[in-house]
């Protein structure tokens, strides 16, 4: 290994520096303390976990986005998380289960063998919202709601919702009467977007032509809010599941149009995305130049069986690095006030004195000597300075 290699980091990890860092660690506390003022409480779950209890239930998605590693001490294998929500569940299940509805919120790092996108971390920092117990719409809109709210309150200025329902797909796979196999294989042709091949593939497969003509449709319904006049339409007469979903669509819509006319709605009826454990409405945020959803989530009703507790479940996250980079709100490095060395009765007195302008929130730095602040002492506009027996803040010259 040269001298240059034992600096770099691996693709993908990154280091965050001071100026950054106090812009990402002021937003994370403003996002928990806006999830405070709603009801949620923190939670900081642990960042290695069995790989039973953290892949379980989770989809292979999930599982190969994990890092896996060797207890030394029980011989099992550990998984570093590469998704918070998981750990939530298990936490509404087990560690603090409560009757009815239970709102947790959690901001932390995970971890994931490869990047999402080309250029994208794999160690973002997540944070994000769960609701369980409530399986009501009204949930869901909260959800959704608070996932907008930490987008405005980053400084996100131009946001779109894309919204979907698993239960559209679920319930006309149900009524082709496909076998797992054939699930999979149309999942993955909507999930591609491949609308020809989904054309090809269901003339191929499915036998009951009004059911052919739903899924062929699928594909087509993406759009702004007319797609759901559309598909109420194309979906006449079929099953009830489909049409509650559509139901929940529109009236998820109407909402949110009426708390955040400035965000533009868009609707996709064939998004199957986390089809793996997601079970109803799904909800992504994207902003332009951003290639990737800036923020997503969906319901995700009995997750928690596997724990032991099944639980109506929705949630949302975001990374919070990306946020912090594409929202307009900023927070800089603050002035701070340069102490001097002192001792005896005057260095005693000093002390009090840092002590309580500290406590009031001031910055203060401390001389050394030979100057070793270096550059260190450009961030102080102030000085402390001995005045008439009395230690004074005055402008630095």
Request: with cysteine.
């Amino acid at each position: 290994m040269t001298q240059a290699d034992r600096w770099m980091l691996p693709d993908g990890i990154a280091e965050i520096l001071p100026a950054d860092a106090v812009q990402i660690e002021t937003l994370r506390r403003r996002l928990l303390d806006l999830y405070h003022s709603w009801g949620y409480e923190l939670i900081i779950p642990p960042m290695v976990e069995f790989t039973e209890s953290l892949l379980i239930g989770m989809g292979r998605d999930i599982d190969l986005s994990t890092f896996k590693v060797t207890d030394q001490i029980s011989g099992r294998t550990l998984g570093i998380r590469a998704d918070i929500t998981p750990q939530a569940a298990r936490i509404d299940a087990h560690s603090f289960p409560r009757a009815g509805a239970n709102r947790l919120c959690y901001a932390g790092h995970v971890l994931h063998t490869r990047p999402r996108t080309a250029m994208g971390s794999r160690s973002p920092i997540q944070v994000g919202a769960e609701l369980y117990g409530v399986e009501s719409l009204q949930a869901d809109i909260e959800v959704i709601s608070l996932m907008l709210e930490s987008l405005l309150l980053a400084g996100v200025e131009q946001i779109h919702l894309d919204l979907g329902h698993v239960a559209i797909y679920r319930s006309l796979a149900a009524a082709a009467s496909l076998d797992n196999e054939g699930q999979r294989e149309l999942f993955a042709l909507l999930q591609s977007k491949a609308s020809a091949d989904v054309q090809r593939w269901v003339s191929d497969n499915v036998a009951e032509p009004q059911v052919a003509n739903w899924l062929r449709a699928l594909p087509t319904l993406a759009g702004g809010r007319d797609c759901l006049v559309r598909a109420r339409e194309i979906f006449a007469g079929a099953p009830a599941a489909l049409e509650e979903a559509l139901a929940d669509l529109q009236r998820t819509a109407e909402l949110l149009a009426q708390r955040y006319p400035a965000v533009e709605l868009f609707f996709d009826l064939s998004e199957v995305r986390g089809y793996d454990y997601e079970t109803g409405l799904v909800f992504a945020a994207y902003t332009p130049g951003y290639g990737q959803a800036l923020a997503n989530g969906g319901r995700y009703n009995g997750i928690g069986a596997v724990f032991g507790r099944e639980r109506p479940a929705t949630g949302f996250s975001t990374d919070l690095v990306a946020l912090n980079t594409l929202g307009s709100a900023t927070e800089t490095l603050s002035g701070a006030i340069l102490a001097p060395m002192a001792d005896g009765a005057d260095g005693e007195s000093l002390w009090r004195a840092v002590e309580k302008l500290r406590g009031a929130g001031e910055v203060v730095i401390g001389a050394l000597p030979d100057g070793a602040e270096g550059e260190v002492l450009s961030r102080c506009d102030r000085k402390l300075v001995l005045d008439g027996g009395d230690w004074v803040v005055k402008p630095r010259g």
